[in-house]
């Protein structure tokens, strides 16, 4: 069984090797079931991409993210050209309806308000916002469109499953309560936990994915 010692090794060491997050400034603290990040990081999308392999690492614990993002260099957009070009960015967004979402910029801090359909097309647009150079950070106020589920949501989601060539498939159970979708059974590998969980998020009334798979 990992110790705390052990799980927070392993989170530093994938910090600082992880090739899209530079993790010398970054400070792992693990107590009671929580993990906590503290430090800095160069962008906005570095911040994200540290808890989600946080998150990955973590053998389960809850994860706190309190890093500041401080750019390594001299940023000289200011807040009306990055609202600007995040406007531009959210229309020709792929996969999200134009004029579906819009920004608000505040001393480089990002807020996303708006309607969109599915939860994949919320967090692709999360993502855009991350990646833009100048954003300090981004707060997603996005609400999904109250579309009544169909009664075949977890047919589907099975059908998007085997589309995907996931070996295994029949380990998987889908439950579905008003949008909010469980997985549970088992899988092969950290791939295919992950091929599942992004399948099911992906599958158009779905409003929320619990992810409850073991990797045997």
Not at 86 to 94: E, K, P
Not at 148 to 170: E, M
Request: proline share 3%; hydrophobic share 40%; glycine share 6%.
């Amino acid at each position: 069984m990992s110790t705390y010692r052990d799980i927070r090794r392993r989170i530093e060491q994938e910090l600082l090797w992880h090739e899209s997050i530079d993790g010398r400034h970054i400070k792992v603290r693990l107590d009671q079931h929580v993990v906590t990040l503290h430090g800095w990081v160069p962008t906005s999308a570095q911040k994200v991409a540290a808890q989600r392999v946080t998150q990955r690492v973590a053998d389960g614990e809850s994860v706190v993210t309190e890093l500041v993002v401080r750019p390594t260099e001299p940023i000289a957009t200011n807040d009306a050209d990055l609202a600007n070009a995040m406007s531009f960015v959210l229309h020709w967004l792929s996969g999200v309806p134009p004029n579906a979402v819009r920004a608000v910029v505040e001393h480089g801090c990002v807020t996303l308000h708006g309607k969109v359909d599915s939860d994949s097309q919320r967090a692709a647009a999360e993502a855009a916002a991350n990646r833009m150079r100048g954003v300090v950070d981004v707060n997603n106020r996005i609400t999904l469109h109250d579309h009544p589920v169909r009664s075949d949501l977890c047919g589907r989601i099975y059908a998007t499953l085997s589309r995907c060539g996931l070996a295994a498939t029949s380990k998987i159970r889908v439950e579905d309560r008003d949008g909010v979708v469980r997985l549970i059974g088992t899988v092969g590998t950290i791939t295919e936990r992950e091929a599942a969980s992004k399948a099911a998020w992906m599958t158009h009334g779905v409003k929320w994915v619990v992810e409850q798979l073991d990797v045997m």
